[in-house]
């Protein structure tokens, strides 16, 4: 049995905006974490929900793990979570409004990637009413072979 290919990238991860918010007035902030790969974990600044859209523009930069199948070069997949969430009690609190689970294996070697994602929510209860997440994504190879299949 072959070991598998160890690989290190550093992200580049950008928030830009959260866009058919049915809230008209409410604070809300994002929540960006590697579930796989690493331990990162920031949260964008708070903002207020301006013509049911809202702009961050929160930069994050983070490192990463992967490691691919020695044989085909595949990727193995590397969950970075997006969670979004709207501040209650006067900012004593926040509630989970919903998230975007990300496989950022999909986007390495592909240059800086602008994506659209549409909101799952955390509870079956609370609809999203379509809200989208746009994201962009810029990996670069720290270390490892450069020979990989996203």
């Known amino acids: 049995m072959m070991k598998k290919k160890k690989f290190k990238f ?8 959260l866009d058919s918010i049915p ?3 409410c ?3 994002a929540k960006v974490r590697l579930l796989d790969g690493g331990t990162f974990s920031e949260l964008s600044s708070r903002e207020e929900v301006v013509n049911n859209s809202v702009n961050w523009g929160a930069r994050f930069k983070f490192h990463c793990k992967m490691s691919a ?8 997949s590397c969950s970075c979570r997006v969670s979004i969430r709207k501040e209650i009690k006067g900012g004593k609190s926040f509630m989970k409004y919903g998230f975007v689970d990300l496989n950022l294996a999909e986007f390495a070697g592909a240059g800086c990637v602008t994506r659209r994602c549409l909101l799952e929510g955390y509870d079956s209860k609370i609809r999203q009413d379509n809200s989208t997440v746009k994201v962009k994504i810029e990996m ?3 270390s490892g072979d450069s020979v990989f299949k996203a």
Not at 11 to 17: A, D, G, L, R, S
Not at 69 to 76: C, E, K, R
């Open 10 to 17: 550093q992200v580049n991860f950008e928030v830009c905006q």
């Open 23 to 25: 809230f008209v007035n």
């Open 27 to 29: 604070v809300l902030f």
């Open 69 to 76: 199948n020695a044989t085909t070069g595949i990727l193995d």
């Open 140 to 142: 670069s190879l720290l």
